[in-house]
């Protein structure tokens, strides 16, 4: 195409696009499935009463056990084959449920069993109702996520929807604990899979409006620096040690700034540790330093990176050192077609006469990183209620984000069977 043409031709689709939007080109709403969702309201309100009353920190095994019993009956009754999966470390398991349908498509839909809140949370911070509030320990992060894909799903079961080859559900025990016993099995199982919508809470109207969809998150990882070097009495022969001490202080400070010329990684040493007598020269030293990763290729970098700038100079001779960057969470980064399916879900909340507001990225991670490793699924984050008060007190959800949040998921849920 020639530049004149192609500058014409944007032009006219800019043109064209403009219209529309002034024109409120958004198609009719499906009637149906609003008026199911609006149906669907009160039972969805009594689905997050009884699982709040579960509760289900990261660490309460006989509540995570709990919440699996619960949530596997609910995925049993909506016609699901169910399985328990192991998590590989802490207590909980994962609970996986498979639909099939017709179509093409394979869907995943994951949200998370556990909370970050202590047992006995509820007798100080009771399940409550106020105005369009509804409080209580986890009912945002992540209950509302997992009410959403339950009723949804009911809602497009008893519409006779088919449309696609196979959903697979997955509700992990430890999010809230970086994933550690369930991440790969997401990123596997999301590698298998063409779309993974994932529900954690999206921010409540305190904070903004349009119940966000989130496009990415920031990976966590840990880094750490191990020196060798050689013990000595510290007063009558140091001369015969080498200080792992004193080469792990030069290391950190010569490696502070090496992330910086990495794009996507940020480093932090923030702890150090000796164990050696007060009279020794110190024989090993290590240090931990906090990694945020924001770009799926920076962990390798910022490996190679530091690996290159420990190599090439020590303060100490004769000394050992060894630096290693070690998985957390991947990041969650958005791409061209989890961008497009954002702007479907746009479109899904403009037929309700709603803004849906999407967010370029958050610090905190999720779940999406895993699902996202591979790069093979299109992975979408935030399908969850709108709410507030999360990892804090009064955590509580709204009410009047629920009928939008199980139209667009069951609307998206259409739209990806279809495409
Ligand atoms: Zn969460």
């Known amino acids: 195409m020639q530049p004149s043409l192609r500058r014409l031709t944007q032009t006219a689709v800019a043109a064209l696009a403009l219209a529309f939007g002034a024109a409120g080109s958004a198609r009719a ?15 969805l309100i009594q689905s997050l009463k009884d699982m709040v009353s579960i509760e289900s920190g990261s660490t309460n095994a006989a509540g995570l056990a709990q919440m699996a019993s619960f949530t596997e009956a609910r995925l049993k009754a909506l016609g699901a084959a169910t399985e328990r999966i192991a998590v590989t470390q802490g207590p909980g398991t994962m609970v996986k449920g498979t639909l099939t349908g017709t179509g093409k498509r394979r869907i995943m839909l994951i949200a998370h069993m556990d909370t970050v809140y202590g047992p006995n949370t509820l007798a100080t911070q009771p399940i409550k109702l106020d105005g369009n509030r509804l409080y209580g320990p986890g009912i945002a992060d992540d209950k509302g996520g997992i009410a959403v894909i339950l009723h949804a799903l009911a809602i497009l079961q008893a519409a006779g929807w088919k449309d696609y080859a196979q959903i697979t559900v997955l509700f992990n025990p430890d999010e809230e604990v970086g ?18 919508l994932s529900c954690e809470p999206s921010a409540g109207s305190v904070v903004m409006k349009g119940q966000p969809l989130l496009l990415a998150a920031a990976g966590v990882a840990t880094a750490t620096l191990d020196v060798k070097g050689r013990a000595a009495h510290a007063g009558a022969a140091p001369e015969l040690g080498r200080n792992a001490l004193y080469e792990l202080s030069y290391q950190m400070l010569q490696t502070r700034e090496v992330a910086k ?11 150090a540790n000796t164990n050696g007598p007060l009279n020794q020269i110190t024989e090993k030293a290590s240090a931990v330093g906090d990694v945020r990763l924001t770009q799926p290729d920076a962990q390798d970098k910022l490996q190679a990176a530091l690996q290159a700038k420990v190599s090439a100079s020590k303060l100490v001779p004769d000394t050992e050192t060894t630096v290693k960057v070690i998985s957390g969470r991947p990041p969650y980064v958005s791409d061209a077609r989890s961008r497009a399916l954002a702007a479907k879900a746009q479109a899904i909340y403009k037929e ?48 009047d984000s629920i009928v939008p949040r199980l139209y667009l998921m069951s609307r998206i849920l259409q739209e990806i069977g279809r495409n």
């Open 352 to 399: 309700i006469d709603r803004e849906l507001t999407l967010v370029p990225q958050t610090g905190g991670g999720t779940d999406a990183g895993f699902a996202v490793r591979s790069g093979k699924a299109t992975v979408l984050e935030s399908f969850g209620l709108a709410g507030f008060g999360y990892h804090a007190r009064d955590e509580y959800i709204e009410i």
């Open 179 to 196: 994933s550690l016993g369930s991440g790969d099995t997401i990123a596997k199982l999301a590698e298998q899979h063409d779309v993974v």
């Open 29 to 43: 709403a499906d009637t149906q499935l609003l008026d199911a969702a609006r149906a669907a309201e009160p039972a």
């Open 261 to 271: 010329d990495v794009p996507g990684a940020a480093l932090i040493w923030t702890q």
